[in-house]
């Protein structure tokens, strides 16, 4: 329990710092309104183009959106050297993750469910029946987004050319959180919307998989 | 036998493909070993 | 053993399995000589696998032990299996185009090896843009036992994903009901493309060992 203790301060810690400014959210906010415009240009977004490629290109800009916006995550104790004294004030390492990817999951999140409602008024489509399990959907995504973002932002934190290295190394990985959130995404926002719950385990398995990794591994990422 | 120049094609290409990668991985060790041998007489020098 | 000597005994391998794979092979009834891509192509993948399986290893064996050899050969591992996949990658679509009418289709398998490939691309990428020794071995080990956790996530993915397609016939992989002429072919071509795959690694092996040593080297001469 004394890792909860500890997730507890350090999540009410991101908050905090991330509230006061809301860098982070301001910017995320515009850069996926940038790109869900701009990819209104790439095809005829009638309703039913829509319903085809809406779910995909909503989700490509969460990611692309997600890999820019977990770049400070580690970076930002790197530049004030605050990582020891954050390594040295907690019982157990996994618990600054646990607290990082929190906060990130919390943040995507946000930035998702205030885009929704603008992404249904510009491709036409119907989400107010469907709202709390698009939710859903975006949760786990954002959870199987969150977990290898934070894991690494730490790594990328260590290396040349950090800005370029985190996309590269997080998209790859992510590809299947992209075809079963789009899919999941996809069969709510159909004609005759359904929740698929195979893409939501798949999803949560995603999630649970790679949570272990950063529990088994998270105190090497730590090192410096 | 149809599609034979295909067949070729494809055991050329893959055979190729570890030939040239073989010879980088050859060419970067020899370039090594250079570097060794000027940093060793480098260092017996300034001893 | 000199390592020209075991060059002139995998060059006579390898034109023993061409003869075996031309002439002593019968020639598949349905799709005609074009399947004898597959002995090549089918058996790259599955070195491609080994390889990528043994820079798991190292990855973990390093992050465990911090042996610089685990380092040594968990590099050399992922960039002989990335020549690997190139081969898989070249000649699957110079078997596809007269089978099947297209270069390339996103069907499971051939969509796994796309990414597989990316995803050690991004490893060795990530190799080259970490300046320290230590820090670099540590780092690139752990992403790359995420990327390595990742690749039955991704086939499974596709594979749900791509479900209503049509599952392209693969007549063939060394199992059973397999003529057992082919099946000769298809284990002595294997074996011959593991003893390309144990060269190429081990000169590789070489090479970084090498490396280390001049770094070492010119440590000692900045010192002086």
């Known amino acids: 329990m004394a890792v909860l203790a500890d997730t507890t301060v350090l999540l009410g810690k991101e908050l905090r710092t991330e509230f006061r400014s809301r860098e982070l959210l301001t910017t995320t906010v515009v850069f996926i309104l940038v790109v869900v415009v701009l990819f209104s240009f790439t095809f005829d977004p009638s309703a039913g183009e829509s319903r085809r490629f809406g779910p995909g290109l909503l989700w490509l800009s969460f990611l692309f959106a997600a890999s820019l916006m977990l770049q400070p995550c580690f970076l930002r104790e790197q530049n004030n050297d605050t990582l020891s004294a954050l390594r040295l004030s907690v019982r157990d390492p996994f618990s600054i993750f646990l607290a990082k990817l929190s906060a990130n999951t919390l943040f995507l999140l946000l930035t998702e469910v205030l885009m929704l409602p603008v992404f249904a008024i510009l491709y036409n489509v119907h989400i107010l029946g469907v709202f709390l399990q698009l939710v859903l959907v975006l949760f786990l995504g954002s959870l199987g987004v969150a977990i290898p973002g934070t894991a690494f932002s730490a790594i990328s934190a260590q290396a040349r050319m950090r800005e370029l290295m985190l996309p590269l190394l997080l998209l790859p990985l992510l590809t299947p959180v992209l075809i079963a959130s789009t899919e999941a995404t996809r069969a709510l926002l159909d004609a005759n919307p359904v929740l698929r719950a195979d893409w939501l385990g798949f999803l949560a398995g995603f999630d649970v998989v790679f949570l272990t990794a950063l529990w088994l591994f998270g105190e090497y990422l730590l090192e410096e | ?47 | 053993m000199k390592s020209s000597f075991k060059a002139a005994i995998l060059f006579v391998l390898i034109a023993v399995t061409g003869y075996l794979a031309f002439y002593y092979a019968p020639i598949e009834r349905s799709m005609g000589v074009i399947q004898k891509i597959f002995y090549l192509h089918i058996s790259c993948a599955f070195s491609a696998f080994v390889a990528f399986g043994t820079c798991f290893y190292a990855n973990l064996r390093y992050v465990f032990t911090r042996e610089a050899k685990s380092d040594w050969l968990g590099v050399s591992a992922a960039e002989v299996g990335l020549a690997f996949i190139t081969v898989v990658l070249v000649t699957g679509p110079i078997w596809a185009h007269p089978v099947w009418g297209i270069w390339w289709t996103w069907d499971a398998r051939l969509t796994l090896t796309f990414v597989l490939g990316l995803l050690y691309l991004s490893y060795l990428l990530l190799r080259s843009m970490i300046e320290e020794p230590d820090k670099r071995a540590l780092f690139s080990a752990l992403f790359g036992i995420f990327a390595f956790l990742d690749v039955p996530l991704v086939y499974f993915s596709i594979r749900w994903w791509r479900t209503q397609h049509p599952q392209p016939v693969i007549l063939g992989g060394p199992g059973s009901g397999l003529e057992p002429r082919m099946r000769v072919s298809y284990l002595l071509m294997w074996g011959a493309l593991t003893g390309v795959l144990i060269l190429l690694v081990s000169a590789r092996y070489r090479l970084e060992a090498l490396r280390a040593s001049v770094e070492d080297l010119r440590r000692e001469a900045e010192v002086r």
């Open chain 2, 1 to 47: 036998m149809k599609n034979l120049d295909s067949v070729l094609a494809a055991y050329l290409a893959g055979w190729a493909i570890f030939f040239v990668y073989y010879i980088s991985v050859a060419q970067r060790l020899s370039t090594l070993r250079e570097e060794v041998e000027r940093l060793k007489a480098l260092l017996t020098k300034g001893r």
